[in-house]
């Protein structure tokens, strides 16, 4: 399985790289990132770039996409050259996913409609806006099309797609080859368990 | 804080990412790759490069050191430029940290000797060679130096850290940013709980 990552300026690092590391790490697929041209694209912390090594063109139907989010989201939901290869790609993909606000992505071009899906916390109300029903869960399996909630869900959304694309059996050794045992040291990651008062602050780190 | 995360060829992304992303989001913490020259350096899987902005010499004093593991480890166990600098900053350094076989890369710049510390289930056993003493623990703290277990384990470490330098809070509300409440499909991530058999399909992924 090919699986096509798109980078766009200010794009949140961990949602490439965690649903990259777990499906490149998968015996037999590979994995691609891509953008408008290739180069490195910088990250949202203006701190870390990534090398696109194909341009959409070059890669217009993968086997699988991920779509990052990332507060550069908001810069290309009327980007053409991004939505309509991920038009283009979803017509002929397996799998078509997305991470964090990524699905607003999805959604833009049009592959939502009717659909329920998640995404981060702080934007998931947005969905409605492309058709979609908003749900309140870390992953969304809809047919080919999967949606995560924020940043680190893409981890999970991974091994999630890999077990029905790749087999469970392939998928468990991917978690234990990177030791996916999550073991957080707070219970904050969720709006249901945070302190009170923290959406606040946590949303001053990411705008 | 200033963050370093060195890169060597051939480290895993997601070492390296995790702890980046969580740290690069907290309130007055940046984070800056480097490596033995500016420039991309490509990851295990050979398709991804990140880019360091900074060669060794030019952050030779950074106030926390995040080291990534990786199969490109064992090349560099004798590397003095990288071992060098990590012996250098670790003087000046608040934090010294690593994940997965980052530890080893410690262990060789003589930072571990007499200390507990963690690794990659699958070379853990390999610090007793520097001195230490491994133990299946996800995160351990000794004094100001910091191990994690194998690659996702970073992000549970730098959470760690972050609630340790930067207090209880900044932890939770980057947790809540990076909306990291995980949710795996499978229990398989830890030689505790992988079915039988498990672990030599692991490796193979890995080596």
């Known amino acids: 399985m090919h699986v096509a990552i798109p980078l766009y300026p200010r794009f949140t690092a961990l949602d490439a790289v965690g649903p990259y590391t777990v499906l490149a790490f998968a015996p037999g697929w ?13 990250d949202d912390r203006g701190s ?12 217009p139907e993968p086997d699988v996409v991920v ?17 309509g290869w991920i038009r283009h790609a979803h017509e002929h993909a397996s799998w078509t996913t ?27 109300g947005m969905l409605r806006q492309y058709g979609a029903e908003p749900v309140d869960e870390r992953v969304v399996v809809q047919g080919r099309v999967v949606t995560a909630a924020g940043v680190s869900a893409g981890i999970d959304m991974a ?4 077990g029905r694309a790749g087999g469970e059996e392939a998928a ?17 990651g969720s709006l249901r368990t945070a302190p009170a008062g ?8 990411i705008t």
């Open 30 to 42: 590979t994995a691609t990132f891509v953008a408008a041209e290739p180069g490195p694209v910088a």
């Open 48 to 59: 870390l770039a990534l090398t696109a090594t194909a341009s959409y063109a070059d890669l």
């Open 67 to 83: 779509v990052p989010g990332g507060i550069g989201t908001f810069d290309v939901l009327a980007d053409e050259a991004l939505l």
């Open 98 to 124: 997305s991470v964090c606000s990524g699905s607003l992505l999805l959604g833009a071009a049009g592959l939502l409609d009717g659909l329920r899906a998640t995404s981060h916390w702080a934007v998931a």
């Open 159 to 162: 091994l999630e797609l890999l």
């Open 172 to 188: 468990q050794a991917v978690q234990l080859a990177i030791e996916y045992d999550p073991q957080p040291p707070f219970d904050a």
């Open 198 to 205: 923290l959406a606040d602050r946590a949303l001053h780190l």
